[in-house]
T-cell receptor, first 110, second 111 residues
């Protein structure tokens, strides 16, 4: 089964804290791992992505950590801000098709 | 600027009605996708298309069909709407196998 499992389902973090969202996958044929961010009333938008030949990718306050042997990857949001409050989806791609995780609703409290 | 538009933000239909959801992209992208989004289930792929008049089944195609007569337009059709098709429907487009760009979604309620 081509599944991507995401946790936690919801997350509350204080302003300035670190938000961590985890994903695990089964299929070793996945070749691209994006994270999407969705604000209420909007469609998801690409936030950051990684390919399995690197273990980490950082863009500003957002970092993906990738563990190929464990078949896990995670999103870290440093210095979390109230404006980061949104739903986050991990995904994995196989032959151009995206398989999404279940989503994490992040709330950053001021 | 990249733009994917969907014909309606909110739609209410009755059980058994035929429902059309329209999606238009202005980026000349080859690939287009239809997903449904449900709480706790994430986004699930219904159908996709890599070219005009071409369509492929996604992971949950049952009860749906699609049409792509022009490159910029991809329609999702519910032949006979049922209550379990109440959901948020998201359209996306993509250039080759690059980033998928999503529309704002259509929240469909089937009574």
């Amino acid at each position: 089964q081509q599944q991507v499992k995401q946790s936690p389902q919801s997350l509350i973090v204080q302003k300035g804290g670190i938000s961590i969202i985890n994903c695990a996958y089964e299929n070793t044929a996945f070749d691209y791992f994006p994270w999407y961010q969705q604000f209420p009333g909007k469609g998801p938008a690409l936030l950051i992505a990684i390919r399995p030949d690197v273990s980490e990718k950082k863009e500003g306050r957002f970092t993906i950590s990738f563990n190929k042997s464990a078949k896990q990857f995670s999103l870290h949001i440093m210095d979390s801000q109230p404006g980061d409050s949104a739903t986050y989806f991990c995904a994995a791609s196989i032959r151009g098709k995206l398989i999404f995780g279940q989503g994490t609703e992040l709330s950053v409290k001021p | 600027d990249v733009k994917v538009t969907q014909s309606s933000r909110y739609l209410v239909k009755r059980t058994g009605e035929k429902v059309f959801l329209e999606c238009v992209q202005d980026m000349d992208h080859e690939n287009m996708f239809w997903y449904r989004q449900d709480p706790g289930l994430g986004l699930r792929l219904i159908y996709f298309s890599y070219d005009v008049k071409m369509k492929e089944k996604g992971d949950i195609p049952e009860g749906y069909s699609v049409s792509r007569e022009k490159k910029e337009r991809f329609s999702l059709i519910l032949e006979s709407a049922s209550t379990n098709q109440t959901s948020m429907y998201l359209c996306a487009s993509e250039h080759q196998r690059d980033t998928q760009y999503f529309g704002p979604g259509t929240r469909l309620t089937v009574l």
